[in-house]
């Protein structure tokens, strides 16, 4: 079966700081005409970052899309500056979290939600963390407090409704996952 | 320290089939004030469909945003006629799979991508699965395939960048999860 959809036309609607916004006019498979609205957004770069106490870094922010303030893991949009998705967050980390990690590894790339926009996220894991003197300042626009938690404290914090994000979700997901698989190992090897 | 931000106005640019959009103007903790785009998007379901050979449900769809064909779990708008998040997605995997299914758990709630969208996803889990005789016919727009996926499969698809979707890639985090907890719950029992 044919599933491919072809752009006609785009009209644009708005060209924002963080959104653009088109209607595009596409071809279905079957020859017929339809519309699909994008929202086009830069890419950005997030971490999951764990201390040497097992806990993870998260950052608290006033989120006006849901008006409530959230937990988070560090993130931010990748700037025309930044090298790269990893050195977009190495400075994350710096101004968000005012650390420096020397462990990196990339966990996974993906889509928030690419039914109606192309905003793409770089996901990272990074360990062994050195506090920062010299903290770079956050963006004018930005006010955010940061704290460390455990698995269980995360845990506990999603079954009760006060993690809502989605990225921060599916990095406990994954360190969790992490850590019963390291588990597992060890106790075989014990076995 | 204070965090939250008190919205002041809110410019409406576009109202869409889809995706509202609006700038907000804001004061922040300061007393500055500053702006944010907001892309309003009506609430979704979504759901990890599992069949008795311990198979994922994926639909296979053009995603225009991103201009590529994607596999992901089967997800749909929560419609102003659906009863509720479970309902639409009942209606969904019967559009989408021609599925019905017998057991039903909640899985998360979340916000694809609080910056800059209120989009929430209700996350659920089905298992005992029947086929359906009478399958609802998909949207007049919509056109995609579906097929069943093994945990091995659904991992080498996501190392190798064929599987993009956020909530798709959350999906088989979490399912793998799952089977690592039974699987040490069953080797503890064993023990």
Redesign the interface.
């Known amino acids: 079966?044919?599933?491919?959809?072809t752009?006609i036309s785009s009209q644009p609607?708005?060209k924002?700081?963080?959104?653009d916004?088109s209607?595009?006019t596409?071809q279905?498979?079957?020859g017929?005409t339809?519309?699909?609205?994008?929202?086009?957004?830069q890419p950005a770069s997030a971490v999951m970052a764990i201390n040497d106490k097992k806990q993870m870094l998260l950052v608290?922010?006033?989120?006006?899309?849901?008006?409530q303030?959230?937990l988070?893991i560090p993130a931010g949009l990748i700037d025309p500056s930044d090298a790269s998705p990893l050195d977009a967050m190495k400075r994350e980390l710096n101004e968000e979290g005012g650390y420096r990690a020397d462990y990196w590894e990339e966990v996974?790339?993906?889509?928030?939600?690419?039914?109606?926009?192309?905003?793409k996220?770089y996901l990272f894991y990074c360990d062994t963390l050195t506090k920062l003197e010299d903290k770079r300042s956050l963006d004018?626009?930005e006010?955010?407090?940061s704290d460390w938690y455990s698995l269980e404290d995360l845990k506990r914090l999603?079954s009760e409704?006060k993690i809502?994000?989605?990225?921060t979700?599916?990095a406990i997901?994954?360190w969790?996952?992490m850590l019963?698989?390291s588990?597992?190992s060890t106790k075989a090897d014990n076995d």
């Open positions: 079966m044919e599933l491919k959809e752009e609607i708005f924002g700081r963080i959104v916004l209607v595009r596409i279905l498979p079957n017929e339809a519309t699909r609205e994008v929202a086009a957004h608290k922010q006033w989120r006006e899309p849901i008006k303030l959230t988070e996974t790339e993906f889509y928030s939600s690419p039914g109606f926009t192309d905003e996220l004018e626009d006010f955010l407090t999603v409704g809502v994000d989605a990225k979700i599916y997901t994954f969790e996952n019963l698989t588990a597992q």
